[in-house]
């Protein structure tokens, strides 16, 4: 066994049995991630099914007036405030890029300090735009009160809005039912693709 295993490029018959009993160990890892796989399957699909049922409910019952309206209050506003958090406010980052691309001043304060500080730099021909799915930034009074009390037009994006103080903003875009949490997300970017579609081709229009 010893010169078998020198003639396949082993030391010796130890070292052939120790790389023998490793690839036997990876085998049966890579068994078990087969199964655990097959397993997570049936939730994953199910999971997408969801979302995608949901999904295509609010595209179909979506107002395509709420998109211009807020189109066109992004265009007459000279500068644009993105209030958001989390995995709502990288999405923010979106709107924001395709607003900066068609040539339109939009800031997004990335973290909480840096929102509370730049409140007081709101004019009358600003637009505030506060997206908050389930209102977990609303609700933080001191932060929502100080934007609508500002001169700056203010705008709420949600798919709740039945929150509390959800009535003192001006405007209120319902992302669809209020569905699960982890879908408004979704419904979130597809709305922004679409608001960011409806702003290029006004854009477009007015130039």
């Known amino acids: 066994m010893t010169r078998f295993a020198k003639k396949l490029g082993y030391e010796g018959f130890s070292e052939f ?7 036997q160990l990876e085998e049966n890892e890579m068994e078990l991630d087969l199964l655990a796989k097959k397993e997570k399957q049936p939730l994953m699909i199910s999971e997408l099914q969801t979302v995608s049922e949901e999904l295509t ?31 709502p406010g990288n999405l923010s980052m979106i709107l924001q890029t395709i607003l900066l691309n068609c040539g339109k001043e939009a800031v997004y304060p ?23 799915l389930e209102g977990s930034l ?12 500002s001169k700056a037009d203010n705008l709420l994006i949600t798919q709740n809005p039945h929150m509390k103080l959800s009535s003192l903003f001006e405007t209120v875009i319902s992302l669809g039912e209020h569905d699960l949490e982890r879908t408004g997300k979704y419904k979130l970017l597809a709305f922004i693709e679409l608001l960011g ?7 477009k229009k007015n130039h």
């Not at 609303?138 to 009390?149: A, E, F, H, P």
């Not at 579609?197 to 854009?203: A, C, K, R």
């Open 197 to 203: 579609n409806q702003y290029m081709i006004e854009n």
């Open 17 to 23: 049995k120790k790389d023998y009993f490793l690839m």
């Open 138 to 149: 609303v609700m933080q009074k001191d932060l929502t009160l100080s934007i609508i009390n």
């Open 57 to 87: 409910n609010f595209v179909r019952q979506f107002d395509t007036k709420h998109l211009e309206e807020v189109s066109h209050k992004i265009q007459k506003s000279q500068r644009i405030y993105l209030f958001s958090t989390l995995i």
């Open 110 to 132: 990335v973290d909480n300090r840096k929102q509370h500080e730049i409140i007081p730099y709101l004019k009358a021909n600003d637009l505030a735009i506060i997206i908050s």
